[in-house]
């Protein structure tokens, strides 16, 4: 997979996450809609690090990031969630 297909894969989890914390607020499952927005937001996060740096923790995939891309570390970092 490359950092976009990744990042992709990323981004349908969270609205799938999402979805669900929608249906779980609408039958007045708080806690499990808590949970799943948070979770949403998780997967969020990762898609716009997968496409702005390339890599979701910097422990987890080291030297893969901007410096590795070339891309500078001080670049601006501007994305739409269209753009994934």
């Known amino acids: 997979m490359t950092y976009l297909s990744d990042a992709r894969a ?7 996450f999402l979805e669900s914390a929608r249906d779980g607020y609408d ?3 708080f806690n499990a809609a808590a949970s799943s927005a948070v979770i949403s937001g998780i997967n969020s996060k990762d898609a ?3 496409r702005v740096d390339f890599r ?4 987890l995939q080291r030297g893969r990031g901007r410096q590795a891309s070339g891309v500078s ?3 601006p970092a501007v994305i739409a969630v269209d753009d994934v």
């Open 48 to 50: 716009i690090c997968l």
């Open 10 to 16: 990323q981004l349908d989890k969270a609205r799938e």
């Open 27 to 29: 039958f007045d499952r």
């Open 73 to 75: 570390a001080g670049a």
């Open 56 to 59: 979701t923790s910097g422990a």
